[in-house]
C-alpha cells in the first residue's frame, strides 16, 4: 500500500482539486482511501457528493477544568495565566476554552487543587462512502487549535480503514503552509506531490515547503497549476526544480473548466474530461499508477 500526500506552500493554488480528480481517476483502478487533513477547512467530500458514513468526536486538545467545590476564590490561576484565559466572574475563576492552551501553569499555582487539566472534544472525524473509495475527513471544532494532532487521527483512522479494505493507495489531501498540520501530513507518507502556481509569491512558499520536506526525505515531484498565467514565473520554477534535482511531474494550463466543475461540485476529470486541465491530469495520475505498481518512483 502506498502513501501520496498533495500538499502546496501556498493556500489557493489548486491542491484540493487536482487531489479530487486525482482520486477520482485513481480509484476506477485501484481501492483508494482519500484523507482529507486540511483539518481546517475540509472539501474533498463535497467534490463527490459523498454519503456520510459515520463521524466521531476527537479529544485531541487539553483545557484547564475548574472544580469549584474545592475552589477558594484565590485568584492565582488568574494572574497565572500569560494566555488571559482565565478571567474573574462573581468573584471566582472562570476558563475561556477557546484561548485555554492546557499549559497546566494553573493547576500548578491552585493551593487547592481545585484545577485539572483534562481532554477537550476539539473536533471529529468524518468517514464518507464513495462508491469503491473511502474518504475520511477531520474537521476542527471552530476556535480549536491542536489541528496537527487532529491531523494524526485523521492518517491513523485513514491507515485502519485501508488495512480493513486492502487498499492499494492512501490518497492525501494535505494543508497549505508549513506548520504542524502539514507536518503530521507529510510523516509517514512515500511520495509528496507538491503543487504551486507560476507566480512570485507561489514560488516563495514552494521553497520554504520544500524545506520542511527535505526534513523526512520523502520523494517528491511538482505540479505547475494554472502554468501558462505567467511564463516568467514558470521558468523561474522549472529552473529552480533543476537546481534541487527535482521533477516537474506535469503543468496544469489555466482552463475555466476547473471552476466550472467547482461550481458543480464534481472533479474536473469528471465534468469535463476532454478539457486540457483533464488530460494533464490524467497524465499526473498515470506516473502516480507508476509508483502504485512499483514500476518507477514517481520522480
Known amino acids: 500500500m502506498k502513501e501520496i500526500v498533495v500538499l502546496s506552500g501556498k493556500g489557493g493554488v489548486g491542491k484540493s482539486t487536482i ?10 483502478k485501484y481501492r483508494v482511501v482519500m484523507a ?37 476564590g484565590c485568584l492565582k490561576c488568574v494572574n497565572t495565566c500569560r494566555f488571559s484565559s482565565i478571567v474573574i466572574s462573581h468573584d471566582k475563576p472562570l476558563v475561556v476554552p477557546f484561548s485555554c492552551e492546557g499549559c497546566g501553569a494553573c493547576a500548578i499555582v491552585c ?56 487498499a492499494d493507495l492512501i490518497l492525501i489531501d494535505g494543508p497549505p503552509g508549513i506548520g504542524c498540520p502539514v507536518i503530521a501530513s507529510i510523516k509517514g507518507s512515500d511520495y509528496v506531490i507538491a503543487v504551486t502556481e507560476p507566480t512570485p509569491a507561489a514560488l516563495n512558499d514552494l521553497k520554504r515547503f ?7 526525505n520523502i520523494p517528491t515531484g511538482i505540479v505547475i497549476n494554472k502554468s501558462d498565467i505567467h511564463i516568467k514565473s514558470n521558468q523561474a ?37 476532454e478539457s486540457s486541465a483533464s488530460k494533464a491530469i490524467c497524465e499526473l495520475a498515470d506516473k502516480m499508477k507508476s509508483m502504485i505498481t512499483g514500476t518507477q518512483n514517481g520522480q
Open 19 to 28: 487531489t479530487a480528480s486525482l482520486g477520482a481517476i485513481l480509484s476506477e
Open 36 to 72: 482529507d487533513t486540511d483539518v481546517d477547512a475540509p472539501n474533498i467530500a463535497l467534490f463527490f457528493h459523498a454519503a456520510l458514513k459515520k463521524s466521531r468526536d476527537i479529544r485531541a486538545s487539553e483545557k484547564a477544568f475548574i472544580d469549584y467545590g474545592k475552589c477558594s
Open 111 to 166: 493551593p487547592e487543587g481545585a484545577i485539572e487539566i483534562k481532554a477537550a472534544r476539539n473536533g471529529k472525524i468524518n468517514v464518507f462512502e464513495m462508491g469503491k473509495a473511502v474518504i475520511i475527513s477531520g474537521e476542527l471544532s471552530i476556535g480549536e487549535s491542536s489541528s496537527g494532532r487532529l491531523v494524526d487521527e485523521v492518517k491513523t483512522s485513514a491507515r485502519s480503514e485501508a488495512n480493513m479494505m486492502g
Open 210 to 216: 520544500l524545506e520542511v520536506v527535505a526534513y523526512f
Open 237 to 273: 520554477i522549472r529552473e529552480f526544480a533543476v537546481v534541487k534535482g527535482m521533477s516537474v511531474l506535469v503543468e496544469i494550463p489555466y482552463d475555466i473548466s476547473v471552476p466550472r466543475s467547482i461550481a458543480s461540485a464534481l472533479p474536473v476529470v469528471k465534468a469535463y474530461p
